[in-house]
């Protein structure tokens, strides 16, 4: 929160539970393997790679592109 300290007890405590979490061992999805380096190197995002290209595709639709 906003404007708020977390106390000494509570930090202590958040911290701990990081700590703990990091030893964890990951448990990965079968639904989800993990992807290979090939994958992750083909792996583009849905949005645009660049503003200029979001603003572009935009236009291209005839979508108002708000300028601040």
Do not use: S, W
């Not at 979490?21 to 090939?38: F, Q, S």
């Not at 236009?59 to 300028?67: A, C, D, F, G």
Request: aromatic fraction near 6%; charged fraction near 30%; include cysteine.
């Amino acid at each position: 929160m906003v404007g708020r300290e977390l106390t000494p007890e509570k930090d202590a405590e958040l911290r701990a539970q990081v700590r703990a979490a990091a030893k964890r061992p990951y448990i990965y999805d079968p639904d989800c393997p993990l992807l290979t380096e090939e994958q992750l190197a083909e792996f583009r995002p849905v949005h645009f790679d660049t503003m200029e290209e979001r603003a572009r595709a935009m236009q291209n639709q005839e979508i108002p592109v708000l300028v601040p």
